[in-house]
């Protein structure tokens, strides 16, 4: 399954685990893990649902393609990490 | 005796004791405090947090600090965007709407028990009727064809930063807008005017420098003891109004009107005070000499009170919402970009240094 990371400066403001979700697609993924933890989600994305300005996200150590869908395919074997930016501090 | 001050990196909560003024509290620290709202109805404090990569935040307290909830911000609705003006006369371009900044917090009236406001950058005005638990848009003001002209003042995008209920009607609300105006609802945000009139834009061309609806007001208050006055610190200067926002008198300070906080006497309108910077494109002290400027005429006249404050190399600037005075009029707080904090128990005829290395300071509220 895929595997998701965090940041440690998002785990300053709230509770985010590592943890193994399902999806074909990022954005699939990503609402299986804001399902379960909703307060995540403002942190992550903005008010359209498009990935926060200041937000990387990398899919095998790769920035993602589509940060307004999120439609980037995902794998059994996909690691996600979810990572502030430089900019933005 | 207690204030809050909310800081680019913590809120810091100060009360007076028998030594003096002590910082008693610390939240959020390392983290960017934008507004801060206590409300006195339900003793609730509120903060609206900027974490940069995060985005904007909003916390509540319901025990004075102790433990704070985090509620769901204020959002723009799927498919809403901002415009992005061309000011060469071609339609405003668009881009996804989304928070920004809380700017703005306020509560209701004491008969509207649980019901906040929320300004935000992008200029909107929100609602929320359960203490901050769900906001609501205000679609009247969001869907204003004036809309299409507003633009940002120092941030990228127009914000609401002022918010004042009449005392008198809480239907009758009051904001203003950077860059965007003052605007008026009678009936509870159903529809709104626009207020500026009176109101001089000297960065516009010369043929749109009355026009009210790009008007820079830096900070909007009303006096609550005669609720048709205000007094506005506007990008071009000091602007009042005594007849409820129909017009708008500018007025002249020495040795500046330039600055961007204002609070006004809560018993006398007549009475009202400003920190100014030289002038927009020089935003510090003039002559490095930090000053309060205060009118005790209506704008006839303006004193310069320094007594207690730094007369050489200052470089502060007061923020918006840098400048309170209490109940009594009597205790005033500022503080300001270098993270000085000074307070004044005498109308600001002295004033008291709290400290010199708080982090900037962008808020500052009485409990």
Known sequence: MPHIEFTSHLKRHLDCPPTNVGGATLRESMEEV????????????????????HVMIFLNGQPINDRIHLSDPVTEECEIYIMQALSGG | MQFHVGTRKGLFTYEKNSQGWEITHVDFLGDNVSMLLHDRRD?????????????????????????WDELTPPSFPEGETVPIPQFDG????QKPASLSEIWSLE?????????????????????????????????????????QQWFGGGKDESGVHSISVDPRDSKHITIAISCGGVWQTTDLGVTWSCRSDGM?????????????????????????????????????????????????????????????GVAVHPNDPKTAWFVPGVKDEVRV????????????DGGGTFESLSAGLPQSHSYDIVYRHALEVDDSGELLIFGTTTGNLFVSENGGESWECLSTTLPPIYVVRFA
């Open chain 1, 34 to 53: 804001f399902a379960a933890n909703p307060q995540l989600r403002t942190y992550v994305l903005d008010d359209q649902q498009a990935v926060r300005k």
């Open chain 2, 43 to 67: 003793e609730t404090l509120y903060a609206g947090l900027n974490l940069g990569h995060f985005g904007a935040k909003l916390r509540r307290s319901s025990d004075a600090g102790k433990n």
């Open chain 2, 90 to 93: 071609s339609e405003a371009k």
């Open chain 2, 107 to 147: 509560a209701g009236s004491d008969d509207q028990l649980g019901l906040l406001w929320a300004g935000t950058i992008p200029a909107a005005l929100f609602s929320s009727k359960d203490r901050g638990d769900s906001w609501e848009l205000n679609d009247s003001l969001w869907n204003l064809p004036e809309r």
């Open chain 2, 200 to 260: 001089r834009a000297e960065y516009m061309p010369p043929d749109r420098q009355f026009d009210p609806v790009i008007q820079d007001p830096h900070r909007l208050v009303r006096c609550p003891a005669a609720p048709d006055n205000f007094w506005v610190q506007h990008h071009n200067g000091i602007f009042k109004s005594t007849n409820n926002c129909e017009k708008w008198e500018e007025l002249t300070a020495e040795p500046s009107s330039f600055g961007f």
């Open chain 2, 285 to 296: 002290p003039v002559d490095g000499k930090l000053i309060v400027t205060k009118t005790e």
